[in-house]
């Protein structure tokens, strides 16, 4: 499908391991069991479902590993548009959240409330120094809001969201749009809740509904 060019949309997605209170995340079984699913439930026409990688909840230390993803998804086969989509939870943000987030940007700020799974509490530290202040945003060039009407005519509890947080989930996502800003790819982050809000099964179907309105933005 490589030789379609744009009219292939690759996705690559990632997830996390557990964190500081939460012992299970969520995004770990989701991310782990998509490509059965998916699999299951039939790939949109043009959508290629790339990597599935499950990262550690870690930011400084775990930078090497989340840029290996970075690179194999514009060097790796079936190459086309790609959209770097990440679902987590973070618990200082959603572990008591109702509905799906989708974030609209990130910002250039480390503030963690805890020590992340390699023991890195930054206060007030740019993610990037070369970005300038702790102030800067970066956001998707995807349209957070139309997706969010289209996953909600679609009976998902899901709402736009301009707060990442400051903990791994923004870390995560400011390096990815920057990524992405200099390869000419797209990326966006979504939270989701607690499995004890919204069962798994629903979680599923909402990331799988996702991915199918995405690839249809192409």
Request: net charge neutral.
């Amino acid at each position: 499908m490589g030789s379609e060019g744009p009219s292939v949309v690759t996705i690559h997605v990632t997830g996390f391991k557990k964190f500081h209170g939460v012992a299970e995340n969520p995004t770990e079984t989701i991310v782990s069991n998509l490509k059965d699913f998916m699999l299951k439930r039939g790939l949109p026409k043009g959508l290629v479902l790339g990597s599935c990688s499950i990262l550690e909840t870690a930011g400084q230390g775990a930078i090497s590993p989340l840029y290996q993803i970075f690179q194999s998804s514009v060097t790796g086969p079936n190459v086309g548009r790609i959209i770097w989509g990440c679902f987590q939870l973070h618990l200082g943000v959603n572990s008591g959240a109702t509905k799906f987030a989708i974030e609209h940007q990130a910002v250039n700020e480390a503030t963690f409330r805890c020590p992340d799974e390699l023991g890195w509490k930054p206060q007030r530290v740019p993610i990037i120094p070369t970005d300038g202040r702790i102030t800067r945003i970066r956001e998707t060039s995807l349209p957070v809001n139309n997706l969010t009407k289209a996953l909600a005519k679609m009976g998902y509890k899901v709402i736009p969201s301009d707060d990442a947080g400051r903990f791994v989930c923004n870390y995560v996502y400011y390096h990815s749009l920057r990524f992405a800003e200099e390869h000419g790819n797209k990326s966006l982050f979504v939270h989701v809740p607690l499995f004890l809000t919204i069962d798994e099964e629903t979680q599923m179907q909402f990331v799988a509904s996702l991915l199918e309105v995405l690839a249809s933005l192409y």
